[in-house]
């Protein structure tokens, strides 16, 4: 273990199983396209999946899972993704990065950690709060002193009499400093920490002096300090000096092996170079587990660097509207709803106008008409469009979906809706991102059964079956 941290270690011991076979046999699980798959790389590929104690259906569904992933592999090799400059800059820092956690000592990395989360703990909680505070300076008289504390007493006692939902308004008022902060205990006055400490959130505390003034705070938010194993990986990325001193650990432990006497002295920079060099280029040798990770990331990187060169090309609208209409039904709402303008009249005079006016305009008019033909000196027409669903609108519930009674008005006596009921949307912008991620899905697929169908794959059925379920 004294090359790899907890997190590979774990994901080592999810292997483990079969990666006893790179002692021994691993056979050929498939060919895809004549390329050979070993069945480690499958393996692999299942346990990054989260699949556990795979049933012999659940294991033939993801073969062909594999089988498509490897096939967007080699589309991405054939268009050439693998040779561009950001694909092999994001390999090359993964595989840097990932090699860093199995080129250390991992007692000495453990030990570096555990140092630096010792700090954080002597730092203690981080709290939020805010403070109602009178500066004092060193020279303050006594009378002003006086002032001072008079003032704080009677702002404590406005806040134990209407509670801390004054605290805000009492601050903008009276206090010098009307910030909110972030503190570590370790960060204020043996007095401002005592004080803070022992508040919960949201209470607020009696004035009291530290060096610089009179003060009192209110605790918004506390957050205790986490545990060693959920700020371990953060930890490990925030101080690479950790690593560092982990790596030279190791080869310390390996100078013999690479041919440096033992002694009492250190090794040279130059020496610690040399042997972690030598380490990290024979580490996919040395290290089925490494080799299996930069594989599948180097895949990955390449299977979505080919899905998106592929479906995230611009649609052109015409064929999002063909593809609206030739699926119009899948795109239909759970229950019909009105679409239309509902009108509350003065007069029915005025309702039959209206209602005749609206029928020879577009919808997009409707209001622009109403506002400048009947209300420009006073309101006829109250007036709501839009698309209504049961429950709504009363009159639209009435008139429409035959449920429940519509209030009645003096003022707006004569209703009319204009409109009609519908069962989906008219346009395929109503709908566009939804659709647009339907008709990728089903680009996708059209792509994948031309891959499928261009390419030969071959699964030795015998091998599958060695695969281990767990």
Known sequence: ???????????????????????????????????????????????????????????????????????????????????????????????????????????????????????????????????????????????????????????????????????????????????????????????????????????????????????????LERVEVPSFASVRDSLLQACPQCVDEAARALAENLRQAYGFPKSRSPLSDVQVRTIMFAEYDSLEHRVPDFRLAVQFHRDTLLARAVTRRMLEQEVPEAELAAYFERHRTRYHWDAPRFRGIVLRCTGRRVAKRVRKMLKQLPPADWQDAIRLLFNSDGTQVEAEQGTFIPGQNPYVDERIFRRGKAPQSADYPHVVLVGRKQKGPDDYHEVLERLLADYRTDQEEHWMRSLRSSVKVEINQEVLKTVNKQ
């Open 1 to 219: 273990m004294n090359r790899m941290t907890l997190k590979h270690f774990c994901l080592l011991v999810c292997l483990g199983p079969f990666l006893a076979l790179f002692a021994g046999e691993d056979p050929v699980l498939m060919r895809v396209g004549g390329r050979e798959v070993l069945r480690s790389e499958f393996e692999y590929f299942a346990c990054r999946k989260g699949a556990d104690g795979l049933s012999r259906d659940s294991l033939r569904q993801l073969a062909r899972l594999f089988v498509d992933f490897r096939l967007k592999v080699q589309a991405a090799e054939a268009a050439g993704l693998d040779t561009s400059r950001v694909f092999c800059d994001e390999l090359a820092r993964y595989r840097v990065g990932l090699s860093r956690t199995y080129l250390t000592d991992s007692a000495a990395l453990s030990r570096a950690l555990l140092r630096r989360y010792k700090h954080l703990q002597e730092l203690g909680p981080r709290i939020r709060m805010k403070q109602i505070y009178r500066r004092l300076p060193q020279n303050v008289t006594p009378a002003s002193l006086r002032d001072a504390v008079a003032q704080m007493d009677s702002v404590y006692d406005v806040l134990k009499r209407q509670g801390a939902g004054e605290f805000d308004a009492l601050l903008e008022r009276f206090s010098d400093d009307r910030e909110t902060h972030w503190l570590y205990g370790i960060q204020a006055s043996a007095e401002m920490q005592d004080t803070l400490l022992a508040l919960r959130p949201g209470a607020c505390s009696q004035p009291f002096f530290t060096p610089r003034g009179l003060h009192i705070v209110q605790v």
